[in-house]
């Protein structure tokens, strides 16, 4: 009866707080388990010693099933703290010779109260142990603007984070790859410095969750995102792997990417 009464934008928060938390019994009860993911991973068919296959979402594939893939991912924007940006995450159909099925986060971002959407996993139970592969490759089609790929390693909704920025091409599919040590540590909206007491590297054998998120900020909310523009924007998924350094021919390409996020980082901070 109450939610009736709640503008659309605050049962919209309530419905994602509750999907993340659980129902109101089970964020105010400890001992009540809480919603969780069934932890992702298998060999990748064309690389099976080298990467691991997180998520993949074309139509062969177990996870472009709806059920499964809505008791995983959920949309999470700024209406948690009282922002205006709708936005959703789905399967998608798309032409066979992109895998037939995609996620796709899309929507209305609004930069007033907050400035983000974003798809998050539920926390994985058990964790994912990464820990003998160098990074993450997204495949991703977008709309020209800058993402972030957002990883953590603890179960506490509002703990450390670890964040890293890649660009999108308008209409292009992409692979990127985030290598484990370009991962930015990021604390209630503050990128750590390696002389603050809370800063730590990401422990990778012990993933918990992931989340891609369009945000008006860049890592923490002290830098802009340049290519952030309040309205409509889309980002397709294709798979999240897991990929080792060692034979891999395109961790280079990675390397130069974040690189060149960074460089462009630094230009700004510059001027």
């Known amino acids: 009866m109450i939610s009736r009464i709640l503008p659309p934008s605050a049962r919209e928060a309530a419905r994602e707080i509750e999907y993340f938390g659980g129902s109101p ?27 691991l296959v997180l998520f993949d979402f074309t139509s062969t594939s177990p996870d472009s099933n709806p059920e499964t893939f809505g008791k995983t991912f959920g949309a999470l924007n700024d209406v948690v703290m009282g922002g205006q940006s709708e936005a959703s995450v789905s399967l998608v159909k798309v032409p066979k010779q992109d895998g037939g099925c995609v996620a796709k986060l899309s929507g209305v971002v609004e930069g007033d109260n907050g400035g983000f959407a ?16 160098y990074g993450l490759r997204l495949t991703v089609k977008g709309d020209g603007r ?15 984070a670890w964040h890293c920025g890649f660009d999108t091409t308008e209409g292009e599919w992409l692979e990127i790859d985030v290598p484990f040590t370009e991962l930015t540590p990021v604390l209630r ?3 750590l410095r390696p002389d603050s007491s809370e800063w730590r590297t990401f422990r990778r054998d012990q993933l918990r969750s992931l989340q891609i998120m369009l945000s008006k900020y860049e890592l923490g909310m002290k830098e802009l995102n340049t290519t952030f523009a309040s309205g409509p924007f889309s980002l397709e998924l294709k798979s999240i792997r897991a990929y080792k350094e060692e034979r891999d021919p395109i961790v280079k390409k990675g390397r130069e990417i974040v690189k060149s996020l960074k460089s462009g980082d630094s230009d700004n901070n510059a001027r």
Do not use: C, H, T
């Open 189 to 191: 909206a503050d990128v």
């Open 118 to 133: 974003s798809m998050r996993s539920r926390d994985f139970q058990p964790s994912v142990d990464l820990g003998d592969y």
């Open 25 to 51: 019994l089970q964020q105010v009860l400890p001992w009540v388990p809480k919603p969780r993911a069934d932890s992702p991973g298998r060999p990748f068919v064309n690389d099976p010693e080298n990467q």
């Open 146 to 160: 800058r993402y972030k790929l957002i990883a953590r390693d603890v179960v506490d909704f509002f703990g450390l």
